[in-house]
């Protein structure tokens, strides 16, 4: 054994007294930490530099607890990493102390070897005396083996407890690694909080001169609200008037309105009320042209042409105008002033034809108003002239009433006797025809279902070879979907068989048993009566054959549907739950993507 191998067996060894030591330390760390190891936290730990004390003094603006947390949190891992210091150099001691040991019990061994060695030599020299020297030289042998022995298993213990120590070792470094990633990254935090703070006490600042100047605008919109206040009141006193006055003008056409009623009363002045109604209700007189009218004459308006007539009081002719020359809409008149002062007067070409084109539009729409009324007059008229000619039929209308009163008699008549012949065609026919004809339709029916059953066959096989066709983007969605479908069709194929069976087997019995029947009867009636006389069949027993054929037809029918509904809620079900299969799938990638 080398001096090198013997070292780093006894190195293993002080390690593993060193994790028995640390083992004892983390089950009651107080026989470990006395008062000489303890570590005393700084009172001013100034972390922050010369920003945190700045921090300090401006504690209106940024909350502290940040730093305070951080310095207490730093204290915490500086007295771990003194007490990891202190046990770290306990290991190291009783490492070296160890390894000393170690070089001692090899120089003890190294001593004894050479002892034996010389002892050997001595016994070889000394062949005479190896009978009574033999003894002691086992007994050195045996105590050589049981040194080695011993030697050996004290290597290996020292060993195991080295390898022990070293990774004891390694996760104290991990820890020291980790607590200082942790102490950098309180580092940073402190940091950026400091940052932050300088940030906000500028942002106070800030806000500090937005304030200011808030309060002066505050200010200004103040003496700006005073004046607006005061401008209100103003306005709220020409607002009262203003309603005052559109009260006084409500009232004044109310007053128009009730005159203009007064006046389609009378038979001189019908015309005018009529044209004050096609202009709105709303006319206006035209003050300032100089145009004599039958009014300003004091004459009657009997005339309706502009000429001069004589006054029956003043016998002297006079030219008059028509009074419903001088009243136009007041629309009008308002478009016509406000045209003006919109142009200051001033009229060209363009201008002129504008103002005839809207005048022209007002005028338009006073003949629209006059022939609406004149339609509604005349509407009337004829509904009322319709009412005369109801209540004072024609001759001809009574002889066309008369008609249809006999035709209608004739009619019923027929109906009557064509219910009576239907209710009678049981007499007419043969027994049992009735039953047969039933079954005829029966049969016809369930050819059309095997039919429609065929072309929906069809329809599937075709959207099966489309869907086989089409290129789904999820291979798992695709082979779902089209083993459902493949099912569905073989299921729907296979009961439209076994439906196609049954009916006709219900058939085929049903021909033997009529055959039967008739066999029998014939039988029964050529005995009886005779040979050549043939007797009816029992209506009673071709009813009960025909019930029990339609019966068996029925319920295989409604078998046949409740098996069809059946696997369409199946295959609906199948489908939701493979559509939530697929959604599930695809929520799960997407949720690995985004993890990645």
Not at 432 to 439: A, D, K, Q, R, S
Request: neutral net charge; hydrophobic residues 30%.
């Amino acid at each position: 054994m080398s001096r090198q191998a013997y070292q780093d067996q006894q190195g293993q060894f002080g390690g593993n007294a060193n994790f028995q030591k640390q083992q004892d330390y983390q089950e009651n760390p107080a026989r470990f930490t006395g008062s000489s190891n303890q570590q005393t936290i700084p009172k001013n730990n100034n972390l922050g530099g010369p920003r945190a004390n700045q921090g300090q003094s401006t504690g209106n603006f940024a909350n502290q607890e940040p730093n305070y947390q951080g310095n207490y949190e730093y204290a915490q891992v500086d007295q771990q990493n003194g007490i990891l210091r202190q046990r770290i150099r306990e290991l190291e001691d009783q490492l070296h102390r160890s390894n000393q040991e170690n070089d001692n019990l090899y120089n003890r061994l190294t001593l004894t070897e050479n002892e034996l060695s010389r002892t050997k030599e001595i016994l070889l020299k000394m062949g005479d005396t190896a009978g009574w020297k033999g003894a002691q030289v086992n007994d050195l042998n045996n105590r050589y083996h049981e040194l080695a022995s011993g030697h050996n298993q004290f290597l290996e213990n020292a060993r195991s407890h080295t390898y022990t120590v070293q990774r004891e070792l390694e996760h104290k470094d991990n820890e020291i690694k980790r607590l200082k990633n942790l102490l950098d990254e309180r580092n940073d935090k402190l940091k950026v909080v400091t940052v932050t703070q300088e940030k906000n006490f500028d942002r106070c600042l800030t806000l500090d001169k937005e304030i200011q100047n808030l309060q002066e605008e505050n200010q200004k919109l103040r003496r700006d609200l005073q004046q607006k206040s005061h401008e209100l009141d103003m306005s709220k006193l020409s607002h009262k008037a203003e309603g005052t006055f559109m009260v006084e003008v409500e009232h004044l056409r109310g007053d128009v309105q009730r005159l203009l009623d007064m006046l389609r009363n009378t038979e001189e002045y019908k015309e005018f009320a009529d044209i004050a109604d096609d202009s709105s209700h709303s006319i206006r007189y035209l003050k300032d042209i100089k145009a004599r009218t039958y009014v300003d004459a004091k004459c009657h308006t009997h005339c309706k042409f502009i000429r001069p007539c004589q006054c029956p009081k003043t016998g002297e002719n006079q030219w008059v105008e028509d009074e419903k020359l001088l009243w136009v809409p007041e629309e009008a008149f308002r478009f016509a002033h406000e045209f003006r002062l919109k142009y200051n007067g001033e009229l060209t070409d363009t201008l002129i034809e504008q103002l005839l084109f809207e005048l022209n539009k007002i005028w338009s729409k006073r003949e629209q108003r006059l022939l609406k009324r004149v339609k509604g007059s005349a509407a009337s008229e004829t509904a009322s002239l319709r009412r005369q000619l109801a209540f004072n039929p024609t001759y001809d209308e009574h002889q066309a009433k008369v008609t249809i009163q006999r035709l209608q008699n004739q009619l019923k008549q027929a109906y009557k006797e064509n219910r009576e012949a239907f209710a009678q065609r049981e007499r007419r026919n043969p027994p049992g025809t009735h039953y047969v004809n039933e079954t005829l339709k029966i049969n016809k029916e369930l050819h059309k279902s095997k039919k429609r059953s065929e072309q929906q066959n069809d329809v599937l096989k075709k959207k099966v070879a489309n869907m086989e066709l089409h290129k789904y983007g999820d291979h798992a969605q695709k082979a779902i979907f089209m083993e459902g479908a493949q099912w569905m069709t073989n299921k729907i194929l296979s009961e439209i068989d076994g439906l196609q069976q049954n009916i006709n087997s219900h058939a085929k019995q049903f021909h033997e048993k009529q055959e039967q029947l008739l066999f029998n009867n014939e039988k029964d009636a050529s005995s009886s009566f005779g040979p050549g006389q043939l007797s009816v069949p029992d209506p009673n027993l071709i009813l009960r054959k025909c019930d029990w054929f339609l019966e068996n037809v029925d319920q295989d029918i409604y078998t046949f549907k409740s098996k069809v509904q059946q696997l369409n809620r199946h295959s609906e079900k199948d489908m939701i739950d493979a559509n939530q299969a697929v959604k599930t799938i695809q929520k799960s990638k997407t949720a690995i993507i985004g993890t990645f």
